[in-house]
């Protein structure tokens, strides 16, 4: 079964960095896309980032851009959010999706077709 674990989140100040994994396991990691979406108190779940397994291109939301970087280690079937300059509006709960789209926008295919997602870890950033 497709199975995918969030881990290393919990309470930073504004400004600090953090680094969100997302383990995966249960499906042949080459042929998805990976990617980060997050979900803040009150608000609907929002794109964030996402990689492109097959040739390893990354793609950015405008919440995700600028600050944010996606990678992932295939050995490990693992990906990462690394996240700096952290704002206390990107206080959410971030959680990892696997992709399997084959739209001709890849961009926007890795970011919204989001098929499986982990439970989550939680971000919050104090200000």
């Known amino acids: 079964e497709v199975q995918l674990v969030e881990s290393g989140g919990g309470l930073v100040q504004a400004g600090g960095s953090l680094r969100l994994s997302c383990a995966t396991s249960g499906f042949n990691f080459d042929g998805y896309a990976i990617g980060w979406s997050r979900q803040a108190p009150g608000k609907e779940r929002e794109a964030v980032a996402c990689i492109a397994n097959s040739d390893g291109m990354t793609y950015y939301s405008d919440s995700g851009k600028g600050r944010f970087t996606v990678s992932s280690d295939s050995s490990k079937n693992t990906v990462y959010l690394q996240m700096n300059s952290l704002k206390p509006e990107d206080t959410a709960v971030y959680y990892c999706?696997?992709?399997?789209?084959?739209?001709?926008?890849?961009?926007?295919?890795?970011?919204?077709?989001?098929?499986?997602w982990g439970k989550g870890t939680l971000v919050t950033v104090s200000s």
């Open positions: 999706y696997a992709s399997t789209t084959r739209l001709d926008d890849y961009e926007v295919g890795c970011l919204y077709e989001q098929n499986y």
